[in-house]
């Protein structure tokens, strides 16, 4: 499918783009880790500084504050990554998803 990324790629960019800081920044893209849900998990909020189009990847609890700072950063989440199907990785889509649809 067009778009679609497969799940493995997505696994080994998140293994390069894990920093040590909860941001990173280049010119054209912010790249902000955000440990969220009982487990802290990391969840990535990856943005185009242009065109405020981001992707969130494996939101897993905290949705409130994930989308404070969707909505802080002027974001539009454009796509949902989850790296694979566990609970811990997958359990703030629904959330997310409604949030997205009332844009």
Known sequence: MQGMVPSRIVSHALILLSFPTETFEMRKISI??????????????????????????????????????IQTEGLRVKYILNT?????????NPYITDFILEL
Request: hydrophobic content about 40%; aromatic content about 4%.
């Open 32 to 69: 902000k880790q955000i440990p969220v849900g009982p487990f802290q998990v990391l969840t990535y909020l990856v943005a185009c500084l242009q065109t405020r189009h981001s992707v969130i990847i494996d939101p897993a609890g905290d949705e409130d504050k994930l989308l404070t700072l």
């Open 84 to 92: 694979h199907g566990h609970a811990d990785h997958v359990l703030g």
